[in-house]
């Protein structure tokens, strides 16, 4: 029995019955969440499908191959689990695992951490805090914001990082790495902000201070954004004036000439 894959309209009504689609399952359900349908693409197989009950009240269909919960399935059809990377889990607002109704089901945030902790560990065992420090096994790392060039025999301002190291678990040996603090500070979820919904997001300072990482400084915005360029503009001058100041003495050094 093949599924139909062309594209379905929003809403069908059959045998009086609204019904909505639910693209992830491939099947159709009511709000209410008491009725299932599926289409075939021979019509004389289009049929509601039994609605079964699971020991712990949950509601579910047998479609084969495989076995649909009903309330993903509404959820599905009617509210869409987010899609902007994090991980979420759905929710019975009533705490009513058989009652499958539309706007009983929600879509609730499984946090990484707790809202309030303000050190946070993450997934490459370096932890950051609230702040913008930045610790590896208890030692805080100290956050650069320049390196030397051997090829100009000058020191440049770079963007903001801490190096640190990690075991080859393949050689034997250690790599050295290195991470960009904003960059940190976002997956850590100290940034302000939803993302999701942004085509290029870029991490703002809102005191327009690159050297500012403490979270309430920190917000999610569009790089194509007035506030986001006008930062960026005065980083790079912060920075320019930065470097003057570490060449001060270096008889090699010039700026451009618009400088």
């Not at 008491?34 to 949950?58: C, E, M, P, V």
């Not at 979420?88 to 009983?104: E, I, S």
């Not at 986001?228 to 570490?246: A, H």
Request: proline share 4%; with cysteine.
């Amino acid at each position: 029995m093949a599924k139909i894959y062309k594209k379905q309209p929003l809403d069908i009504v059959v045998s009086g019955i609204t019904l909505r689609y639910s693209m992830k399952y491939d099947i159709w359900v009511n709000w209410a969440g008491t009725r299932a349908y599926r289409k075939y693409n021979n019509q004389s197989w289009n049929r509601f499908l039994q609605i079964h009950t699971d020991i712990n009240g949950s509601k579910f269909l047998n479609v084969n191959p495989k076995t649909v919960q009903l309330d993903e399935a509404v959820a599905d059809a009617y509210n869409p689990m987010p899609n902007d990377g994090k991980k979420y889990k759905l929710v019975h607002n009533d705490g009513n695992l058989g009652n499958c109704q539309a706007n009983n089901l929600e879509w609730k945030e499984v946090r990484k951490y707790a809202p309030l902790a303000t050190r946070r560990k993450i997934g490459n065992g370096l932890t950051v805090t609230v702040e913008g420090k930045i610790f590896d096994k208890g030692k805080e790392l100290p956050i650069e914001k320049e390196t030397g060039d051997r090829d100009t025999d000058r020191m440049v301002a770079i963007s903001p990082k801490v190096r640190y190291r990690r075991k080859n678990n393949r050689w034997g040996n250690y790599d050295n790495k290195s991470a960009n603090i904003d960059d940190l500070m976002a997956k850590a979820d100290f940034v302000d902000g939803d993302k999701s919904k942004m085509q290029r997001p870029r991490v703002l300072h809102k005191n327009m201070d690159y050297l500012d990482f403490h979270a309430d400084n920190l917000e999610w915005v569009e790089e194509s954004s007035p506030e986001y360029q006008e930062y960026m503009k005065r980083k790079k001058e912060d920075m320019d004036k930065l470097e003057k100041e570490l060449n001060r003495n270096n008889p090699n050094f010039k700026l451009p000439d618009n400088q």
